[in-house]
């Protein structure tokens, strides 16, 4: 796999003006159902994982027992370094793609590690760590590793929907653990999606049989929950019946489906492809704006909650002439959701020797002019 570091400095570059405002005014018009559920507050509670094999699990054909979440046993928790965090990240990338390179043999899933590492990322979400859920943003890939990353970029953004929502800690797990295995099934398909040309239908119509096939790798491997056998078959399913496979009653596809459906929407159109350049954040919350009957206007409202317009990560340029990175949201006041910036480059271009920060809380005359796109 590619380094973190060498994957994050890759990003390709255009500038485009935005309307912030308008998005927002338009979301809360639009997408406000009477009796949403209130943004659940951070736990700072981790659970322990309880491996029921410490010594035989992982190994092929081990026999383990399910894994459990046990709310009683507590630790105390805190945000790790950026250090911490990008290692995480390339742990949780790096065993997803050691799965998916079984996935064609039906290969064991090891369900005690995929519990330990989907559990590390919950609790660093919970208390608002904002550089791994950034890393969903500014990571970048080669070709070979983009069903691994993407696997985990869906993971953290769908964690943080299920946050919003009020998510329960073994419920936010479970949820993550279903978004991290939702696309093995793709893993057989990969060389047809990552084609620079357009699908024909024929091979569109081949590239559909990953959800089926998803579900069959997943029931082979018998630890994992009903609901993660569900996403992988439904997260293309969509309430206006326009995805696949179909489904005779929209209301039958399950709500972790529909949370990693649109999670899984959002990233793609973020993150470039051999045949497309990636969408700003922005444009991408437009696309889905545009076809909210098929998504449930109650998640799509928790996603620009929890990930606003400006994404932690992304980079903008100042009405200052300065370019900066957001590192921080502002979500109590929907009209100027960035609380913090780190100045990158001064108004006439330059590199800053000192690490420079602005705090947006307390100026009014700053704002966002335009948001740019990485370099890759």
Sequence with gaps: MVRLSE???KNRATARQIQAKSLLERARKELSPEGAKETASAKSTAYEVISPDAEGRGQQGAETSEVRISPLVLKEAKVVSDKEDLELYAETVSFMKEILQGSGNDGFIDTARITALTDKIVGQLSLNNGKLYSLAFTGDWQDEDHLPCHSVNVCILSIEVGLGLGYSRPELIELGISALLHDIGMAEYAHISNQTEKLTAEEYSQVKEHTDRGLQILKKNGNLSERALQVSRQHHMRLDYSGYPEEPEAESIDEYSRIVGLADVYQAMVHPRPYRDRFLPLEAMREILATKKAFEPRLIKTLI??????????????????????????????????????IIRDSDGGKLK???????????GINIKKVMLRKR
């Design 7 to 9: 994957i994050i400095a």
């Design 305 to 342: 909650e929890k990930i606003g317009v400006y994404p932690i990560g992304s980079l903008v340029e100042l009405n200052t002439k300065e370019m900066a990175e957001v590192i921080e949201l502002n979500h109590s006041v929907h009209l100027r959701p960035v609380a913090k910036f780190r």
């Design 354 to 364: 000192l690490n420079k920060l602005l705090d947006m809380t307390a100026r009014t």
